[in-house]
T-cell receptor, first 116, second 110 residues
């Protein structure tokens, strides 16, 4: 089955530093990937849609200059949290659609970011 | 605006005690409804897609049903390993973007 891998699974950083999270589709190509954020005891909130070879589309209220998304290949999208602050601490999850006709999103295992 | 609401927020069951989780939705044109399972610290795992009212799908102890206003996830004789948060979601533009409900956290006690 389709597998989406995220790395790192958890990261701790100091306030003001930048952190990069990778999302890879391991056995399929994904022209579109999605980045979600999930705060404790809350559901997933879509942050942005990552399109291979073009600019990402951000949801309302998400700062595009703070959350940089790069989708340089059909199997890799990266999310960089720039100048991270404690309020950016969250669980970041990516997903990609299997283009098998099933219209099913496959999710990565998530990346836990803690900003001190 | 498309909305999805789940209830209850949390559910505690004894092993073997069957129950149902509810997902109520409002949508301008239903393009499907998804059910996912999420374990703590993990990404959501796909369970079912339902496309039209009256449709039912089953997987082991789980059965998902759909009406024009809501979907139910029935859990028959649950086991502790069924403990997780169950999320329903509606596709937004096309099928790719989805909006998630807040989830029902299920705990099955041995």
């Amino acid at each position: 089955g389709a597998v989406v891998s995220q790395h790192p699974s958890w990261v701790i950083c100091k306030s003001g530093t930048s952190v990069k999270i990778e999302c890879r589709s391991l056995d399929f190509q994904a022209t579109t990937m999605f980045w979600y954020r999930q705060f404790p005891k809350q559901s997933l909130m879509l942050m942005a849609t990552s399109n291979e070879g073009s600019k990402a589309t951000y949801e309302q209220g998400v700062e595009k200059d703070k959350f940089l998304i790069n989708h340089a290949s059909l199997t890799l999208s990266t999310l960089t949290v720039t100048s991270a602050h404690p309020e950016d601490s969250s669980f970041y999850i990516c997903s990609a659609e299997q283009v098998s006709g099933a219209n099913v999103l496959t999710f990565g295992a998530g990346s836990r970011l803690t900003v001190l | 605006e498309d909305q999805v609401t789940q209830s209850p927020e949390a559910l505690r069951l004894q092993e073997g005690e069957s129950s149902s989780l509810n997902c109520s939705y409002t949508v301008s044109g239903l393009r499907g409804l998804f059910w996912y399972r999420q374990d703590p610290g993990k990404g959501p795992e796909f369970l079912f897609t339902l496309y039209s009212a009256g449709e039912e799908k089953e997987k082991e102890r789980l059965k998902a049903t759909l009406t024009k206003k809501e979907s139910f996830l029935h859990i028959t004789a649950p086991k502790p390993e069924d403990s997780a948060t169950y999320l329903c979601a509606l596709p937004m533009s096309g099928y790719q973007k989805v909006t998630f409900g807040t989830g029902t956290k299920l705990q099955v006690i041995p």
